[in-house]
């Protein structure tokens, strides 16, 4: 798949679980996509939240693969900004 098709897809999956994520004062920022694997950052109230792990595997990566099956994992990065 083309990468920028790739990128519009994840951030249409980004886009559907957003506001959820807003709700609960936090949001979440696409930082990279390479080979199999989607790397974002957790933001606001996500940052310090005991559950975004389980945000992460069970909201954020389960919508990305659902609009992008190739994707084999997402994984957070600390500290970009």
């Given at each position: 798949m083309d990468a920028q098709i790739?990128?519009?897809k994840v951030e249409?999956?980004?886009?559907?679980i957003r506001p959820?994520?807003?709700a609960d004062g936090g949001d979440i920022t696409l930082v990279e996509i390479s080979d199999d694997t989607?790397?974002?950052q957790l933001e606001g109230a996500c940052v310090s939240c005991n559950v975004n792990?389980?945000?992460?595997?069970?909201?954020?990566e389960a919508t990305i693969k659902?609009?992008?099956?190739q994707i084999k994992r997402v994984?957070?990065?600390?500290?970009i900004n």
């Open positions: 790739l990128k519009e249409i999956a980004l886009a559907e959820f994520l807003l989607v790397k974002v792990q389980m945000t992460l595997k069970n909201g954020v659902k609009y992008a099956p994984v957070e990065i600390h500290g």
